[in-house]
């Protein structure tokens, strides 16, 4: 999910093609679901060089997605899916698996659980409200039938691809990584995209736990990322510098705001991103409501009493 550094026009501008063939083991078919929230859409990757591949990520089950799919498996050489994996469970990423499951037969589904103490939120909510959550489903209820568990270290093979699950929480509670060990790249799911930065959710996301994740990848020195949205990263380790660089940079501007006295966090957005459309106001202030709860606990801000279920901040 896609949201702050890139110019709005250049973000909903970016096309990417449907099938391309990004290394001997990885192809991409696009997802079919652009919007302001996925940019040109889903990246799904077809992961292997045999005639069974994994599927890594579904996009959102768009009907134009299945031919695409078809397409770029013929393509490369396959005949049939060996299993799906799943980066994490927002909808762009799982909304799919029905669909796949459907027209390929019953795959077995890789991911690691959705913690059932965590609520999914609305990346579209009003973060100033604290509980904005209109649904306490679990999302991996989206996906029909069994999951198969997935967990930080564990490694799931097909011919001719190794790839160790990374637990990278912080966009997601139950985000993974796919370090693809035979050419030291990384599939990022939405920690890391090649467009734009990620949306920190504010009910269920925690910009601790992101910048700690962006950490932890950095340290495996990915030679080229395999992004979620947008296209392939060449230097790996530049791109994850970066994005730590713009989080550091973006607390010290949230935290000005709130010295300024600013006080909820779509004030601070309508200061922060001057320039903005309104439509992109919400997700962005999803992260500055995670900057803020970050600052909290780091003992540079506190909350103060407000209105019923209104969050708002004050200096130390």
């Not at 660089?245 to 001057?274: C, F, P, S, W």
């Not at 500055?288 to 209105?307: A, F, N, P, Q, Y």
Request: charge should be negative; glycine fraction near 10%; include cysteine.
């Amino acid at each position: 999910m896609t949201s702050d550094t890139q110019n709005p026009a250049v973000l909903e501008g970016t096309k990417l093609p449907d099938i391309d063939v990004l290394s001997p083991r990885v192809s991409v078919a696009l997802g079919q679901n652009p919007s302001l929230f996925t940019g040109p859409g889903t990246n799904t990757f077809l992961v292997g060089t045999g005639p069974k591949r994994f599927l890594l990520d579904t996009g959102s089950g768009h009907d134009e997605y299945m031919p695409v799919l078809e397409e770029a498996i013929a393509r490369v050489g396959c005949r049939e899916l060996e299993a799906i994996i799943l980066t994490h469970a927002h909808p762009d990423h799982i909304g799919g698996v029905n669909q796949v499951r459907a027209h390929f037969g019953s795959l077995p589904v890789y991911k690691l659980p959705w913690p059932s103490n965590v609520k999914m939120g609305s990346p579209k909510a009003d973060p100033s409200l604290e509980d904005s959550s209109e649904d306490q489903r679990s999302p991996d209820q989206l996906a029909d039938g069994p999951l198969e568990t997935l967990q930080d270290g564990d490694v799931i093979e097909t011919e001719g691809a190794s790839l160790r699950a990374i637990f990278t929480p912080g966009h997601a509670p139950d985000h993974l990584c796919f370090l693809l060990e035979e050419e030291q790249n990384l599939f990022s799911g939405d920690n890391v995209l090649g467009i734009g930065t990620t949306v920190i959710p504010a009910e269920s996301g925690d910009l601790g736990d992101y910048m700690d994740s962006l950490e932890r990848v950095l340290s495996e020195r990915p030679a080229e990322i395999y992004p979620a949205h947008g296209p392939r990263i060449k230097d790996g380790c530049g791109k994850i510098e970066e994005y730590l660089a713009h989080r550091r940079a973006r607390e010290e501007q949230v935290l000005a705001a709130v010295n300024a006295g600013d006080q909820d966090a779509m004030t601070m957005v309508k200061r922060i991103y001057v320039g903005y459309p309104e439509n992109l106001h919400a997700p962005a202030a999803q992260s500055v409501t995670s900057h803020l709860k970050k600052l909290e606990r780091d003992g540079r801000i506190r909350m103060i009493e407000s209105g019923p279920g209104l969050m708002q901040w004050e200096p130390i």
